[in-house]
């Protein structure tokens, strides 16, 4: 933290300079205007602010900056894992070899009852209900990441309104 005095402009908006630019001319961010800064003595009888200095404002940015980085980076870091696991579906799962195997075990019993589960209506392939409840899981957390997605856009938008402080015209 460093000492700030606010100089005021032309155009009304209050310039946050330090006193190391006592002296010198700062452009203002409003209207682009070239301002004097008083000296030093004429400077401190300017209204004093106490903000970041420009080094830690920086910093300050960068910390956001960083946050959102890694707020969308864990985003998409769910998305992926979420997209690998999801869930097969129990009919996608069985395969031609599996069909026939399971066919040649058929008794006539066995054969007679599939016959009359069929009859009776297309009964769901075993763990089709625990498959929908993985569908919809992992629909919930592809909800999950789309927002953690849009939070880390909006710190990213957050650190780019930080105003970084005046430069220094050399
Ligand atoms: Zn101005």
């Known amino acids: 933290m ?3 005095y606010l100089l005021p402009c032309p155009c009304g908006q209050k310039i946050p300079v330090e006193t190391t630019l006592a002296g010198e001319s700062v452009v203002c961010r ?3 205007q070239t301002v004097e800064v008083p000296t030093l003595l004429r ?3 300017l209204e004093m602010v106490s903000i970041e200095d420009s080094k ?3 910093g300050t940015r960068q910390k956001v900056f960083l946050v959102g980085l890694v707020i969308i980076a864990a985003g998409i870091g769910v998305t ?3 997209l690998l ?3 097969l579906s129990p009919a996608d799962q069985i395969t031609h070899d599996h069909l026939v195997q399971y066919i040649d075990n058929f008794t006539l019993l066995g054969t007679y009852r599939e016959w009359e589960t069929l009859r009776r209506g297309v009964t769901p392939f075993p763990g089709e209900e625990k498959y929908h409840a993985a569908v919809t899981h992992h629909q919930f957390w592809l909800v999950v990441c789309g927002l953690i997605l849009v939070a880390g856009v909006v710190v990213l938008i957050v650190g780019f309104s930080i105003p970084s402080q005046p430069r220094r015209i050399e």
């Open 43 to 45: 400077l401190k009888q």
């Open 56 to 58: 830690s404002a920086w």
């Open 80 to 82: 992926v894992w979420c």
């Open 30 to 32: 409003q209207c682009g």
């Open 2 to 4: 460093s000492l700030t």
């Open 85 to 87: 696991t999801w869930p």
